[in-house]
């Protein structure tokens, strides 16, 4: 006699966890599947060289959401973020203004940086040494992002309505959200539209005239997209460095103690510990259904599991296309769920260090090297990057996005060693004809990398003792993210709110009863952000009357 | 004459297309209406020039399908001697390998060449020409309908917004879905889930980009596509229709309707300044410091000019004067003029000169389109630009007449050229002829020997533009058509039904909406606006 659940959960990712977590804290006898060894899908911890400990895809957080973290009891369960602070950006000599002056007026190492850090003061002083205008546009623009950040909180939790739908009581988050619009200013009203609709290098350019913060402010609007940063829509990604909330402190960013699988252990704990059942090597083959009901699933072993719900963390295309059998969703759902647009942007390069780096712009070790370190010197310089990848070539100087993660947790690696996590754009899924596959190009890809590192700190090369490169061939061969992209989707204009995953199905809802969507495919989308899996646990709980509890 | 003591109901700054729409309409609304242009011709962008002794080219814009068939319509232009002629050939678009895609005015004739194409496209194409025209009707309500008052909604605007959620129903389900999904979308991502094409897709994908600073991967470039097509036939081969006498004919056809209907129009009269009092617009003051009152001052300049130029700052204010400031006017557009000795001859088009009676498109692709865009970012002019062209002498003689026998003119939109170049490529002035001769050389490529055969070439670029129609950063469409400027937010949030700034002050030029091209349709829907302020009589 097989096992029985009230709801199986299809991945061990942090949404596939997180709605796990909520359903069996309602006490729903819940089982969670994951197909790896380790827990976590995009956010785990794996040693992937003796000693050293990587954040091997996602590697920082700023956006889970904080009800989760009070609800289920993260910091109990093991949850520990370290501030991350400050961004570094490296300049070529005779980019940007001539070298800066140390106090002894001897020449602060080779070309230019810009370094913003969390002590406004101190950035704003930064910044005046680049431009007046820029500095004092800095505090408005800071102010008038944290209002528009605060207006747009809600919409994270809103279940989107089907507009084409003649039930108008979805609609009402809507009327709520159409009332706080009201209460904006005219100037914020326009920004918000701003935010929505222009591309991140122009909505900037509003503001700042200084190229490299221009850069490396967009650059938070293309990461995980296929987009560059003069692409329209990329300006309201802008938005969630500043929704970023750890101890309810906007704008701050931090890595997971023990790197983001620490961030997936904690919810795993919490889930175990309101009951559910967390089963590893566990690889769904199947979803089951019966008279176009979901019924279970099997695994691959053969084993089957019955389930009044399946809960799918894993994306849209893998579910429907992957996981039912032909047939079992009629043609145009199945033809929308083909066209929903994954084309995997990103790639990562881990690096194990014998020693930190130096930067020939701001030399030897320091503060600067504790926070994220941003290879975008211009904006030129990032759209130049997209061009590459536009026609299917890798970026050959791409933007890297560095993190040192042993600098504020040394137990990442041996003393004295260091771990290097470098996100890089762009690295496109679809390479172009005649250059191969990506496993022909990972290596000159990795070469890449580690060149562009090199204009900016030259002695990295002698400092590595390990690489490991992951392209997005890698990401979906390891993870299972389609086309390895990071949000499980494009995060692009027509492929959000009430038309994520599919127009008419963005309420978690399929079109298969008891079949549910919680993970990145769905509104509000990628990031450690969890909110999928917390609304689909809680309208899953709604639809069958249980209190969410 | 003016109204009562001197004072007129409305003046209206410049006589561009849809100035003289608006014109024309408050006049007939039995406003008091003064036209000001600062040129010694009207019409603006829609006009027709002397390219050499007895060649006469379009100016700028060389189509006028879009024009409202309302308009045409409401003003008698056809009795004010507007002649349309309309080509079945709608585009054209020749490769160098002798290769071509044709899309006509008949949706079967398109089918039928595309089965030599792709049998697949052959099917898909009435599909969605089909969806393009469905959805271009409920663009086409929106367009016609003014955005609603979100400060303070009145009952006038629940109306309008019941209205359009009805037509937005009519859409049915999966169209209601459709558009909201389609509008944000990257053309080339838009033609890709209809067509396996490249050529195709290209042809099609034109008209999202065409004037934009924008390529086909740019998200957006879908919805000017469909509102391309919006109110009028263009479907998804787009319209293609001249004006006989270029579209010159259509500037003096609405001009003799708007003087018809009673308005004064005043040539090389160059507005300086829009007066105000107490945040109310009172009238305008010309360079030479002729001062001029009236109730209204109605704007056919763009929104920047108008804003920045002509108001006065005080009376603007700073927040609304850097929001004015921040307006995308990024013209990326230039305009080749050329007289030909001869028809040249396509290597595509041999034995039939049909083909070159619409829409001339060398875009090879939809990479090579965004590469012509690539060079523009970071400013500099695209070495293999897009081209439209169009040889109006074929089927209207009459811009030849008095040519030497089988000379031709063609008129080509060009991009992409960048108004501002980079710091290393100099100033237009530098680079004007050099651009012209990019021109030629793509043409070569699909109409070899073309070059031989030119007797005259004008060069327009986005630089010239500005100077010559005052468009703002050379910007035909005033003001860029992204999501950032559309509806209710076109130019301005808060500032998006014709009412601009101060009262008193309307927008009817192409930065209102719902924008820009010879549609005429900001002109018509401002007129609305203001008879329905200042009183006057609705026919």
């Known amino acids: 006699m097989p096992q ?32 790896r060894h380790v827990l976590g899908g995009a956010a785990v911890t794996e040693e992937l060289f003796p000693g050293f400990r990587f954040s091997v895809f996602s590697y920082v957080v700023s956006l889970l959401r904080p009800e989760i973290i009070r609800e289920l009891d993260l910091p109990r369960h093991g949850l520990d973020i370290l501030p991350l602070d400050g961004t570094f950006t490296p300049l070529h000599e005779g980019e940007g203004r001539p070298a800066p002056i140390g106090p002894d007026g001897e020449k602060i190492g080779t070309g230019d940086y810009l370094w913003r850090v969390n002590d406004h003061g101190r950035t704003v002083r930064e910044l005046r040494r680049w431009s007046k205008v820029d500095a004092e546009a800095y505090e408005e623009y800071g102010q008038l992002m944290v209002d528009m950040a605060r207006f747009i909180k809600p919409i994270l939790s809103i279940v989107p309505p089907d507009p084409a739908s003649n039930d108008p009581r979805p609609l009402l988050p809507l009327a709520g959200l159409a009332r706080s619009f009201q209460r904006l200013t005219e100037r914020q009203q326009a ?26 402010m967009s650059a938070s609007g293309i ?20 929704m970023g909330e750890i101890d309810g402190a906007f704008r701050a960013w931090g890595i997971p103690k023990g790197g983001t699988g620490g961030i997936s252990n904690a919810i795993a704990n919490a889930a175990r510990a309101n009951g559910a059942e967390i089963r590893t090597e566990a690889a769904v083959a199947r979803i089951l259904t019966r008279g176009g009901r979901a019924t279970g699933v099997a695994l691959e072993s053969g084993e089957e599991i019955a389930a009044d719900a399946v809960l799918s963390s894993v994306d849209v295309r893998r579910t ?41 712009a701001l030399p030897g070790e320091g503060e600067h090297l504790r926070g994220a370190i941003s290879l975008s010197p211009s904006i030129d ?59 022909d190009n990972r290596e000159a890809f990795g070469d890449a990398v580690v060149d562009r ?12 003792l390990f690489r490991n490169v992951q392209t997005p061939l890698d990401i979906e061969r390891t993870t299972g993210l389609t086309e390895g992209n990071i949000f499980q989707g494009e995060l692009s204009l027509e492929q959000l709110f009430f038309s994520r995953p599919v127009p008419g199905w963005a309420r978690f809802r399929t079109p298969v009863r008891d079949l549910w969507l919680c993970g990145s495919s769905t509104h509000p989308g990628g990031g450690i952000m969890g909110a999928n899996g917390r609304i689909a646990a809680i309208e899953l709980l709604k639809a069958h009357g249980r209190k969410v509890a | 004459m003016a109204g009562p003591r001197g004072r007129w109901d409305a003046v209206v700054i410049g006589g561009g297309h849809n100035a003289l729409v608006a014109a024309a309409y408050l006049a007939r609304g039995g406003l008091h209406t003064l036209v000001l242009e600062r040129r010694e011709r009207l019409g603006g962008a829609a006009d027709t020039s002397e390219l050499g002794p007895g060649i006469r080219v379009p100016t700028l814009a060389h189509t006028v399908g879009r024009l409202r068939s309302s308009i045409q319509r409401d003003l008698g232009l056809a009795r004010h001697g507007l002649s349309l002629i309309a080509p079945e050939v709608r585009v054209f678009a020749p490769r160098a390998d002798g290769g071509a895609v044709t899309l006509w005015s008949d949706v079967a004739a398109t089918v039928e060449g595309l089965r030599a194409v792709s049998s697949p496209d052959a099917a898909a194409y009435p599909v969605f020409d089909r969806r393009v025209r469905v959805l271009g009707r409920f663009l086409d309500e929106l367009a016609r309908s003014i955005p609603p008052d979100i400060a303070s909604p009145g009952l006038g605007d629940a109306l309008a917004g019941l209205k359009l959620g009805r037509s937005f129903r009519g859409l049915g389900r999966d169209g209601a879905r459709a558009i909201l999904r389609i509008l944000p979308m990257a053309v080339a991502d838009l033609v890709a889930e209809s067509f396996e094409s490249d050529a195709l897709r290209a042809a099609i994908a034109w008209r999202g980009v065409r004037y934009g600073a924008v390529g086909p991967w740019s998200a957006g470039t879908a919805s000017v596509l469909l509102m391309d097509g919006a109110g009028n036939d263009g479907g998804a081969a787009g319209e293609t229709v001249f004006a006989r006498g270029g579209p010159g004919a259509l500037s003096d056809a609405l001009v003799a309707a708007a003087r018809a209907a009673g308005a004064k129009i005043r040539l090389n009269a160059e507005v300086a300044t829009i007066t105000s009092r107490d945040g109310r617009a009172t009238g305008v003051v010309l360079a030479d410091g002729e001062e001029i009152q009236a109730r209204s001052v109605v704007s056919g300049a763009d929104p920047k000019r108008t804003l920045l130029g002509l108001l006065d700052p005080v009376a ?64 500099r002019w695209s070495e293999t630009p ?20 089988g000379t031709h003119v063609m008129s080509v939109v060009a991009q992409y050229a960048p108004y501002e170049l980079g710091a290393s490529v100099g100033s237009w002035d530098d680079n004007r002829e050099a651009f012209g001769d990019a021109v030629i050389d793509v043409l070569e490529t699909v109409a070899p020997g073309i070059s031989a055969l030119v007797s005259h070439r004008q060069i327009l670029t986005p630089v010239d533009l500005e100077s010559r129609f005052g468009l703002t950063g050379g910007h035909p469409m005033h003001v860029e058509a992204g999501l950032d400027a559309f509806y209710l937010w076109r130019p301005l949030l808060g500032h998006g039904r014709y009412r601009l700034a101060i009262d008193g002050l309307y927008l009817c030029g192409s930065g209102a909406h719902p924008g820009g091209g010879i549609t005429g349709g900001p002109g018509q829907n401002a007129a609305r606006e203001i008879l329905h302020d200042l009183g006057g009589r609705r026919r």
């Open chain 1, 191 to 216: 920004v918000f539209v701003q935010l929505m609709t222009m591309s991140a290098a122009d909505f900037l350019g509003q503001w700042f005239e200084t190229d490299p913060l221009k850069a490396t």
């Open chain 1, 4 to 35: 029985r659940y009230d709801a199986v959960v299809i991945g061990g990712g942090h949404n596939g966890l997180i709605s796990a977590a909520y359903l069996a804290r309602a006490g729903l006898k819940t089982v969670v599947l994951e197909k």
């Open chain 1, 223 to 242: 990461i995980g997209t296929y987009q560059g940063v003069r692409s329209p829509g990329t300006a309201y990604v802008l938005l969630h460095h500043y």
């Open chain 2, 386 to 405: 897009v081209l439209e062209a169009t040889i109006p002498s074929i089927v209207d003689p009459s811009l030849v007449e008095s040519a030497q026998p």
């Open chain 1, 381 to 439: 310089d990032m759209e130049r990057a997209y061009d590459d990848a536009k026609y299917g070539h890798w970026s050959r100087k791409p933007y890297v996005d560095i993190v040192i993660p042993t600098l504020v947790d040394p137990s990442m690696a041996p003393p004295g060693k260091h771990v290097m996590s470098c996100f890089v754009q762009y690295a496109p899924y679809h390479l172009a004809e005649g250059l191969g596959t990506w496993d």
């Open chain 2, 316 to 379: 603007l204010g700073p927040s609304l004067g850097w929001r004015a400031g921040n307006i995308r006017t990024p013209g990326v557009v230039a305009k080749v003029n050329l007289a030909l000795r001869a028809l040249p001859r396509f290597i595509a088009a041999v034995d039939d000169e049909r083909l070159l009676h619409g829409r001339i498109l060398v875009a090879p692709g939809i990479d090579p389109m965004e590469r012509a865009f690539d060079a523009s970012k970071s400013g």
């Open chain 1, 320 to 360: 429907f296309i992957d996981l039912l059998e032909p047939g079992t969703v009629d043609d145009d759902f199945t033809a929308e769920v083909n066209r929903f647009k994954f084309r995997g942007s990103s790639g990562k390069v881990n690096l194990a260090l014998d020693g930190l780096p130096s930067f020939t």
């Open chain 1, 453 to 464: 590192i090199a204009e900016f700190a030259p002695d990295i090369r002698e400092k590595i």
